[in-house]
């Protein structure tokens, strides 16, 4: 565990990341700006103490990667569900 409780609204800048994990962490919140990574393939937001999730992550266009387990979901949301993943 990283112990990492919150992720910069700044993160947004990175906008030519490719890969993002920040899994066995405690965030229990992602900003927005995480839609604005627009070149982001693999994002793994795993094993932390999230809730819901931006409905900005629908901007993930070149997205092929997505791991959300062992959070604290009640239902996967719906602008996920838009996301057309590719399995690797």
Sequence with gaps: MNGLETLP???GLLF???NL???SNNLMT???SIGDM????NLNLSNNKL???PKTIENLYS???LNLKANHWIT???HVKKLELKGT
């Design 9 to 11: 609204n700044a993160i």
């Design 16 to 18: 030519k990341l490719k």
């Design 21 to 23: 994990n920040v899994s």
């Design 30 to 32: 992602i900003p927005d």
């Design 38 to 41: 627009l070149m982001l393939k």
């Design 51 to 53: 809730k819901s999730i």
């Design 63 to 65: 997205i092929k990667s």
């Design 76 to 78: 996967i949301p719906e």
